[in-house]
């Protein structure tokens, strides 16, 4: 069911329930920050844009526009100064000692580094609050008398600092080996020559380390930062470990930290892929991790300036196709099959796998006389859908008008059948009820009142759902206005549990393109929601004392819990009508039930509403369904 529809809020310290129609809300403003525009208005941006301009198309470019600049509800600016850690924060971590205090080597390929930023990345390193750490530096600059000066004044101030010289330069994966080559340390951490860590980085990387035993890769938070260092932009939070989103971007990039062993293991940078060396590193060392962990916290600053990637995307396509090429072979590493291919929004790809054999796919509808909904759904079904082997059976919930059931002796075919549930509503009870009448290898929940939009819709959701590890795959579902009703579920959004994206136009790709690319998250809406048959036998089905609401959301967590994946998949497409068929939330009988599915939700996952959802960010804000920022001007 749909949970939007239901929010928990807590105001003046007291719990309250509340119905929520998102339907009804009043769709978000996307409004151009115009200040922020001018303020970036200069003739290398115009060039740049007139770049993206050429990629995009005119209607693309605006909606990207519009994205990009559009006014937020957080100054990032003032959060990030509020946020950093604090000079008494700083001293009292270089004071603290650690039962592990493994010597941490951060590799640095230098190739004609201008003097200013390699001297504020040297710093950035010196000025670090934990003490173990050596600087490795492979210099390719051989004859930039400006960097090798640098480099011999610091190397007199101290040992830690270690360079060797590659005289000619190799490429950066060969010379970032260099740097490999010389280092000493437990762990290797990856720097790029023109950006800067925050002081309290490696502290932070070895706090993991010592909580966790099998600590062998290790990622943070980063943003971006002006040439200058006056500015601080585009943060970029982070989910946990996410294998699917890593196939869609590289989302850990900056600060990659992993056991040497791992990186010497996996040969190190391997040269074909250079412009996207270490996205193929990532994967490399992920794929051999014991423990993949990740600390939400900004302590990585890339710097943005003409020659930069973060700066300028467009001007190396040939690190987006060494990318490609990273996703392809590790695929082939783990024994997936499956296309890659570039997404319109350059570093972000697409995933397509294939369908292994025929199994059949049965499509549970529950419905209570609504005849037009779920006739416009179940033509949908039969004219847009390219996949063929499926069944629907409509589950029957206590009609009243005869109309109703002579519908359903008109639809009944081989391939449809009605089954009578005749006690009172219960989503869960329904959709296990319906399921015991299934043959089919694969389930597919399926609202009546939802309209295929692609004809591939099944064929996507069932690619993912046979993979290894794979459990439930979700939708992406619109609003009849081309607005997003669906896209994905974030839990603690409202309280419990909130989809994504809600009421944002069906053309903006949201924050880091989300609402566009596949990844694993925490739930999906069983609105549309196709499960492989055995992960739901395991798990028992759904919580039958779930009876209206958080069923879909309990259910997810169960399949986590049993070592299933769940995927958000946007390239199946569904228009979803809203549940026509349950009243409103607006009797005694219904709070005390809705509050008591609260209660249970409380109680059961308590500790994930507690922790945070590990695929979303605890830096996010819990009321808004954006990815905004969290709006407080203090330190959590």
């Known amino acids: 069911m749909m949970v939007t529809r239901n929010l928990w809020n807590q ?13 009804d809300k009043k769709k978000p403003e996307y409004r151009i920050a115009w200040m922020k525009v001018l303020r970036k208005l200069s003739i290398y ?24 600049f559009q006014a937020e509800a957080a100054d990032y600016g003032k959060w990030y100064e509020n946020h950093k850690a604090s000079e008494e924060e700083l001293a009292k971590q270089r004071k603290e000692h650690f039962a592990k205090e493994p010597l941490i080597s951060i590799l640095v390929p230098v190739y004609n580094t ?3 930023f390699l001297i504020q990345l040297l710093r950035s390193v010196g000025t670090q609050t934990y003490h173990n750490w050596e600087l490795c530096i492979a210099n390719a600059s051989v004859d930039n008398k400006g960097v090798i000066e640098v480099l011999e004044h610091y190397q007199e ?12 330069n190799e490429g950066i994966s060969q010379n970032t080996n260099k740097a490999l080559s010389i280092a000493s340390g437990e762990y290797v951490a990856l720097l790029d020559h023109d950006d800067l860590l925050s002081p309290n980085a490696l502290y932070e990387i070895v706090k993991v380390i010592n909580n966790k035993e099998d600590a062998d890769v290790i990622y943070t938070d980063e943003d971006k930062v002006t040439a200058d260092l006056k500015e601080h932009f585009q943060p970029h939070f982070k989910p946990d470990f996410s294998e699917d989103l890593l196939r869609s971007n ?74 490609k090429r990273a996703i392809e072979e590790h695929l082939k590493r783990v024994g997936e099959k499956g296309e890659v291919s570039h997404t319109k929004d350059l570093g972000f790809y697409r995933v397509k796998y294939p369908v292994i054999g025929n199994p059949k796919v049965s499509i549970i509808i529950p419905n209570k006389d609504e005849i037009a909904s779920l006739e416009k759904c179940i033509h949908s079904i039969r004219e847009k859908t390219d996949y063929k082997n499926y069944e ?51 389930l597919l929940f399926l609202n009546n009142d939802v309209e295929v939009i692609n004809s591939d819709w099944m064929t996507e959701m069932l690619s993912h759902c046979q993979r290894k590890h794979v459990g439930v795959v979700g ?38 393109h989300k609402a566009s690319i596949q990844q694993d998250l925490s739930a999906v809406t069983a609105a549309c929601m196709m499960v492989e048959r055995h992960a739901f036998e395991k798990v028992k089905g759904f919580e039958e004392d779930l009876a209206v609401a958080f069923n879909d959301v309990d259910f997810c967590l169960k399949i986590r819990k049993a070592g299933y994946l769940i995927v958000y998949n946007p390239n199946a497409e569904l228009y979803h009508y809203e549940s026509k068929t349950r009243g409103k939330e607006d009797t005694k009988e219904k709070l005390k039930r809705f509050q008591g599915e609260i209660d249970y939700m409380k109680e059961r996952w308590s500790q994930i509403l507690e922790q945070g959802d590990p695929y979303y960010n605890v830096n996010f804000s819990l009321i808004k369904c954006d990815y905004s920022l969290k709006n407080n001007d203090r330190k959590s």
């Open 114 to 116: 201008p003097r200013e």
């Open 45 to 68: 941006n115009i060039k740049k844009g007139l770049l993206y301009l050429r990629h995009y198309g005119l209607k693309e470019f605006w909606f990207r526009m519009k994205e990009r």
């Open 392 to 442: 629907i059976i409509v589950v029957e919930n206590n009609s009243e008008k005869s109309e109703t059931f002579e519908f359903y002796k008109k639809i009944e075919r081989d391939w449809l059948k009605v089954i009578y549930w005749d006690r009172e509503f219960n989503y869960s009870a329904i959709n296990n009820f319906g399921v015991r009448h299934a043959t089919g290898d694969y």
């Open 250 to 323: 590289n989302y850990i990039c900056h600060f990659f930290v992993a056991k040497r062993e791992i990186v010497n293991e996996v040969g190190g940078f391997h040269p074909e892929f250079n412009g996207a060396q270490d996205y193929d590193l990532i994967f490399r060392c992920t794929e051999k991790a014991r423990g993949i962990y990740h600390v939400p916290k900004i302590l990585y600053h890339w710097r943005t300036h003409k020659a930069s990637t973060a700066d300028n995307p467009a001007s190396k396509m040939y690190a987006f196709d060494a990318g």
């Open 475 to 512: 939708a992406k579902l619109y609003y009849p206005d081309n607005t997003i009703q669906h896209a994905g579920i974030v839990i603690g959004i409202g309280g419990i549990a909130g989809n994504m994206f809600t009421g944002m136009s069906r053309s903006f790709t949201g924050y880091l």
């Open 157 to 168: 101030k101290t040992k830690r600092l270690k360079v060797i010289n590659v005289p000619e």
């Open 11 to 23: 105001q003046d310290n007291e719990d309250k329930v509340r119905t929520v129609n998102m339907s």
